[in-house]
């Protein structure tokens, strides 16, 4: 069974710049998950769908974030303009209804 | 809010000893999952164990266990015969549960790094 994948693996933009990141979960979840992960710190829950609508987007910055979910399946996370602070990891996961959430390896991001 | 504590920020074990890392929570729900993922370098999540709370037994997986005490809300993970490739962050994680959305949102806590010594 493939695994979640995520693209780019790592991204380095200057302040102010936009950034795109990719998901695309395992065959069959309908449920994804974006978490932001900075240095020390456990993830954060930014935004959850259960197919393509939106259940959780209470801890994302509208004001610079933005993700989507066309067609149930592949996902986007977009930061635009980015923010020094942004600097973290980006995890996404995906899991079937009522069972535990899967991982991709996650996106590095570097605001300079 | 539920929220998650690991006191441990980083905890070392020589190498074929056994290591506990502590985890608490808090919530008023009496469903709900609990988790112990495992992060190494290449920064994947991987899943060690989990422990439904309505199971008074002990997960075990291998050399992981748990140790659940849901009066005192507390889970912690042990791992026996230390490896090597044990080496990495450890995350308690928490899955509430919502029945009248039908989502899981998943709290973390802030992770206990792992050494082992060879």
């Known amino acids: 069974e493939a695994g979640v994948a995520q693209s780019p693996r790592y991204k380095i933009i200057e302040k102010r710049q936009s950034v795109a990141f990719w998901c695309n979960p395992i065959s069959g979840h309908a449920t994804l998950y974006w978490y932001q992960q900075i240095l020390g710190q456990g993830p954060k829950l930014l935004i959850q769908f259960q197919n393509n609508g939106v259940v959780d987007d209470s801890q994302l910055p509208k004001d610079r974030f933005s993700a989507e979910r066309l067609k149930g399946v592949d996902s986007t996370l977009k930061i635009q303009p980015a923010k020094l602070e942004d600097s973290a990891v980006y995890l996404c996961?995906?899991?079937?209804?009522?069972?535990?959430?899967?991982f991709g390896q996650g996106t590095r991001l570097t605001v300079v | 809010a539920q929220t998650v504590t690991q006191s441990q920020p980083e905890m070392s074990v020589q190498e074929a000893e056994t290591v506990t890392l502590s985890c608490t929570y808090d919530?008023?729900?009496?469903?709900?999952?609990l988790f112990w993922y495992k992060q190494p370098p290449s920064r994947q999540m991987i899943l060690v164990i989990r422990q439904e709370a309505y199971k008074q037994q002990n997960a075990t997986e291998n050399r992981f266990s748990v140790n659940f005490q849901k009066a005192a809300k507390s889970f912690s993970l042990k791992i026996s015969d230390s490896q090597l490739g044990d080496a990495a962050m450890y995350f308690c994680?928490?899955?509430?549960?919502?029945?009248?959305?039908?989502?899981?949102?998943?709290?973390f806590g802030t992770g206990t790094r792992l050494k082992v010594l060879a």
């Open positions: 996961a995906s899991s079937l209804f009522r069972e535990e959430a899967f």
């Open positions: 994680a928490y899955r509430s549960s919502s029945h009248t959305s039908g989502t899981y949102k998943y709290i």
């Open positions: 919530t008023s729900e009496s469903d709900y999952y």
